[in-house]
C-alpha cells in the first residue's frame, strides 16, 4: 500500500474486503464520541465493510449489516455506534422525521452511508471516506477531513495504519 500523502487528504487504494474492514479497525482506534463518518460511493464500493471494520474497532459484540427496514442501527460499543443508511431516503425532510441530527450531535459515533443525501444535514466536522470501485477486489479509497478536528484524526490515522 503507497498512500499519497496529500495535504489534508489520504488517498490509497485497499486490495482486499480484510484490508477494508482492517483499515476501518484502525481508523476507530482514533474517534472519539461525537465524531461522524461519511461514506460516500456507490452500491459495493465497500461503505458496509468500513461500518462493520469501525464497528470492530469499536469493540461492538455483532456483526454491523445495513438497516433493510430502518434508516439507522444503533449498537452498542465502547460508545454508541450509530449505523445510519440513507439509501432509502425519500428526501431530505425525512431525513428530519428520522431525528438525524439528533444522532449527528449525539454522544455516539456516527456512520453514515450514502452520507452525500444528507444534504445541509451534514455537520461542518466530519471525515469524509470515499470509496471508488477500481477492480474487483481493488478500491480507491480517499479520506477528506472536514474541519479542524478531522485533520487531526487522519494525522493520527496516517501514523497508525501507514507507519512501519
Ligand atoms: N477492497 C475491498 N474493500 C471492500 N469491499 C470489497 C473489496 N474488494 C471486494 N469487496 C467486496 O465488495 C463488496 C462491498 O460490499 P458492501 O460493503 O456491502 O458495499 P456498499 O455498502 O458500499 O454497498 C463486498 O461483496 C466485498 O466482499
Ligand atoms: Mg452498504
Known sequence: MSPILAPNTLDFISHSEAQTRRLGARLAAVLNPGDVLALIGELGTGKTRWVQGV???LEV???AVSPTFTLVNEYQGRWPV???DLYRLADTSEALTFGLEDYLYGSGISLIEWADRAGKFL???YL???LYHLEETKRRVVLRP???RFIKV????KEAA???
Open 55 to 57: 464497528c470492530q474497532g
Open 61 to 63: 459484540a455483532e456483526l
Open 82 to 84: 450509530y449505523h445510519i
Open 123 to 125: 455537520p461542518d466536522s
Open 128 to 130: 469524509a471516506v470515499e
Open 146 to 148: 472536514h474541519g479542524a
Open 154 to 157: 487522519l494525522d493520527a490515522f
Open 162 to 164: 501507514f507507519a512501519g
